[in-house]
């Protein structure tokens, strides 16, 4: 013998069941949805300040190659009068050499030794 079922208990069952289950899933979806807002949140958080960082270092960089070039132009600069000046006290220490063979011998000395740290340079 199958009992038998009252159709009306039967929808109300299931739409109480439904009803829950609509609701169960929506406070799920809701503190998902949470969840992920909050989640969203940091990241776009996190981006923007690795965002700023990177524009700071792009900044940095930027500063510090202008630096370089501008130290690297003062070496040139500074390399050239130095080259100069080296080739100059060449000249200078053969005009030395020439007058002092004009001198007569008694009175004329060897031309003192350059110091150690120019020594190749001349």
């Not at 996190?46 to 990177?54: C, F, L």
């Amino acid at each position: 013998m199958i009992p038998q079922i009252d159709t009306p208990i039967v929808v109300a069952l299931v739409t109480a069941i439904a009803t829950i289950s609509v609701a169960v899933i929506g406070g799920i979806g809701a503190i998902i949805g949470h969840w992920f807002t909050g989640v969203s949140k940091k990241e776009d958080a996190a981006i923007s300040v690795m965002k700023a960082t990177m524009k700071e270092l792009r900044e940095e960089v930027n500063r510090l190659t202008k630096k370089v070039d501008s130290l690297e132009l003062r070496l040139e600069d500074k390399d050239s009068r130095y080259r100069a000046a080296i080739e100059y006290c060449r000249e200078l220490v053969r005009l030395i050499e020439r007058l002092l063979s004009l001198v007569p011998g008694e009175f004329a000395q060897p031309l003192p030794e350059p110091p150690e740290k120019i020594r190749d340079d001349i």
